[in-house]
DNA sequence: CTGAAAGCGCTTACAG
DNA sequence: CTGAAAGCGCTTACAG
């Protein structure tokens, strides 16, 4: 049995996927050597050109039904299948992305990764995955294999602000989409949550459970996200008239480490008027600041509550249970691998901005302060 | 400037990169299309053939000096940039290989392919990370592309006993390398630490503590390493004198999820005469076993030692740390890319049996038993 | 050490 | 609706 798949989009058939999953009948020389079932062999069974057989099966033109019916019989008698080297080489296109990301083990990338992967295989791409380890030159080797025609376009994930002026030598011949961070200057098309209503939203939670006292670990790194994340707690306090205090806010390693979200946990716990809430921009960056609070004597969340971000499904391991901003990372992924084909396929334009939906996830980390009474005179 | 990179193996140089990494000279026809520099443009421009400057660009044979010189200098002149596609498919060669993993996200996996994408990169081969969440159809619809000639050989990470017969109908056209997992039968080259030895050692160190009730958290899974390390964990406890009690093993999800861990662990430590120790087989299980002992009231190390196996980094965030069987994932996945290539470029045959060393990695969640006197009548 | 020529398997104007 | 022909850019026997 044979099948053919064809795979449409908005534009109409564009690739017609020939699929042959039972025992194929295979020609063989007199030597015994496999020969290749050529696109000549099928026109010759089916009693016509090389060019109709082509045009058949890549569903090009009308062609009358009768041809198509001996060409796709001849094609199955022979078990053919189509040359994708061949192919590539005529049209000059390798249905290969590229996939920059900083590393791949961090389940926030590895979660994107996975959208991509799985949208661009059955779009019939091919995704090239490579580590950057946020170098520069490592990414412009990536980038510069698409001049080479190894690929034709790229998703960059974790782009830092300023990466704009060099990137957009790349981004002027080939496609490029930019994951979750960007600089809000850019041309070049992204997609991310919106950042700063998600944190206006978490901080008016804390605030709504009565805290005033609310710090924020942030992050050292130069990402969109993390100045975004830092205004909205801002504003938010602003709006609700509470009075800002510098010292309650922290800032982490530029990778969001275990380790520095314990530190910074540290220095705003021991505060002499520490806060009882703390915003964390990352997952991990909470789960630090928890354990650094039980080391510290202080409950979670009676004493002080911890929101985090991302919900990385990683953080279920730990208790209590972690109130966080959830980011649909699969969906970031998949959403960058269909704009990215869109604007590959289609000379249409692709939007500049893609926004999804985040989503605020009340588990158990945070709670209404104890209201500790105030010593008068 | 130009640069023209050299990779070479134990075969000799088998390919040269060329880089370009400064403004080259674009021409352009009338129209201003940019026209593309062809190896019959260097040809001209060095005043040789087309054949020469193929040889030169790709180290073969023999060729003067002076003509060597003439045609790099006339391809940097030029701009020129081999056309990868016309090479694949002069060579019918896709330089691609699959990588057939359960998941992208789970950190094992991870840091496999982490190493495997890093070496086949290095190598100018590109990887394609296939999702397969253990679907055989699914893993065979991936190997398909290889007959397709989309890729030219295949790692399976995490292949499941009984896999082994309709797998070898792919690895009899085109290399395959099983990671981690395998068929002890197989005739398909592997790659892994020795799961026997490593839990044996393991249960050793337990003993060597004081332990004698050691429990097990193992899986349902078809694993030749939970095979292995079940093996492993009843032969250490025979060779020590120490009755085995089959109440003391569990078995866990097929995935090792932190869920069924938990589970697992809850029962163990329900019995009437619980163990004192637990081997479990992945971390995860681990660190459930070691949250559920903490809800049961059991301290670890001091009422419970805990040992996990694989040592994946995102088990730091817990304390007490964990001791654990740490496994070589990068390097398992460097090496079966190399494995893999080398099989690739050369008909020389790849061993059979690769073994990568493992670590015993003390830590604290293990500690001697705390010796309760046995009152006698 | 080097060149002329064939050919990899397909697609696509062009012509009818 | 269909065919003959050219050509994508390279590599590699073959011949000298």
């Given at each position: 049995?044979?099948?053919?798949?064809?795979?449409?989009?908005?534009?109409?058939?564009?690739?017609?996927?020939?699929?042959?999953?039972?025992?194929?009948?295979?020609?063989?020389?007199?030597?015994?050597?496999?020969?290749?079932?050529?696109?000549?062999?099928?026109?010759?069974?089916?009693?016509?050109?090389?060019?109709?057989?082509?045009?058949?099966?890549?569903?090009?033109?009308?062609?009358?039904?009768?041809?198509?019916?001996?060409?796709?019989?001849?094609?199955?008698?022979?078990?053919?299948?189509?040359?994708?080297?061949?192919?590539?080489?005529?049209?000059?296109?390798?249905?290969?992305?590229?996939?920059?990301?900083?590393?791949?083990?961090?389940?926030?990338?590895?979660?994107?990764?996975?959208?991509?992967?799985?949208?661009?295989?059955?779009?019939?791409?091919?995704?090239?995955?490579?580590?950057?380890?946020?170098?520069?030159?490592?990414?412009?080797?990536?980038?510069?294999?698409?001049?080479?025609?190894?690929?034709?376009?790229?998703?960059?994930?974790?782009?830092?602000?300023?990466?704009?002026?060099?990137?957009?030598?790349?981004?002027?011949?080939?496609?490029?989409?930019?994951?979750?961070?960007?600089?809000?200057?850019?041309?070049?098309?992204?997609?991310?949550?919106?950042?700063?209503?998600?944190?206006?939203?978490?901080?008016?939670?804390?605030?709504?459970?009565?805290?005033?006292?609310?710090?924020?670990?942030?992050?050292?790194?130069?990402?969109?996200?993390?100045?975004?994340?830092?205004k909205g707690y801002k504003d938010a306090l602003a709006a609700a008239g509470i009075e800002f205090h510098p010292e309650y806010i922290?800032?982490?390693?530029?990778?969001?480490?275990?380790?520095?979200?314990?530190?910074?946990?540290?220095?705003?716990?021991?505060?002499?008027?520490?806060?009882?809430?703390?915003?964390?921009?990352?997952?991990?960056?909470?789960?630090?600041?928890?354990?650094t609070a039980a080391e510290m004597g202080i409950k979670v969340p009676e004493d002080l509550s911890v929101i985090g971000f991302d919900?990385?499904?990683?953080?279920?391991?730990?208790?209590?249970?972690?109130?966080?901003?959830?980011?649909?990372?699969?969906?970031?992924?998949?959403?960058?691998?269909?704009?990215?084909?869109?604007?590959?396929?289609?000379?249409?334009?692709?939007?500049?901005?893609?926004?999804?939906?985040?989503?605020?996830?009340?588990?158990?980390?945070?709670?209404?302060?104890?209201?500790?009474?105030?010593?008068?005179?």
């Amino acid at each position: 049995m044979m099948t053919f798949w064809q795979l449409t989009n908005a534009a109409g058939v564009y690739r017609i996927i020939y699929a042959n999953d039972c025992t194929i009948s295979e020609r063989s020389n007199e030597q015994g050597n496999k020969m290749t079932v050529t696109i000549f062999d099928v026109a010759k069974e089916a009693n016509v050109s090389a060019s109709t057989v082509s045009r058949v099966l890549n569903n090009k033109s009308t062609i009358s039904e009768n041809t198509v019916r001996r060409v796709y019989e001849a094609a199955e008698r022979l078990g053919y299948e189509p040359n994708i080297l061949a192919q590539s080489f005529r049209k000059q296109e390798t249905r290969t992305i590229l996939i920059l990301t900083p590393n791949m083990t961090n389940p926030y990338y590895s979660n994107i990764l996975s959208g991509i992967s799985d949208t661009t295989r059955s779009l019939f791409y091919s995704s090239f995955i490579c580590k950057t380890d946020w170098n520069r030159e490592e990414m412009s080797n990536i980038l510069g294999m698409m001049k080479k025609r190894h690929a034709e376009g790229a998703i960059l994930l974790a782009c830092e602000m300023g990466e704009e002026d060099w990137l957009l030598r790349y981004a002027k011949d080939n496609p490029i989409i930019l994951c979750s961070e960007f600089n809000p200057d850019t041309s070049i098309p992204h997609i991310s949550i919106d950042n700063y209503k998600a944190t206006v939203e978490a901080i008016k939670y804390l605030i709504s459970l009565g805290h005033t006292k609310i710090g924020t670990i942030s992050s050292v790194n130069n990402y969109l996200s993390t100045q975004l994340r830092l205004k909205g707690y801002k504003d938010a306090l602003a709006a609700a008239g509470i009075e800002f205090h510098p010292e309650y806010i922290e800032y982490a390693s530029k990778d969001y480490s275990y380790r520095s979200g314990c530190a910074s946990a540290r220095k705003l716990l021991s505060l002499e008027d520490r806060p009882t809430a703390l915003f964390c921009i990352s997952d991990v960056l909470a789960i630090g600041a928890i354990n650094t609070a039980a080391e510290m004597g202080i409950k979670v969340p009676e004493d002080l509550s911890v929101i985090g971000f991302d919900d990385v499904e990683q953080t279920a391991m730990f208790s209590p249970k972690l109130t966080t901003v959830a980011q649909p990372c699969y969906e970031l992924g998949k959403k960058s691998a269909e704009l990215l084909i869109t604007a590959l396929n289609q000379s249409e334009d692709v939007p500049l901005e893609t926004v999804l939906p985040y989503q605020l996830i009340l588990r158990e980390s945070t709670g209404s302060p104890v209201i500790i009474k105030e010593e008068s005179i």
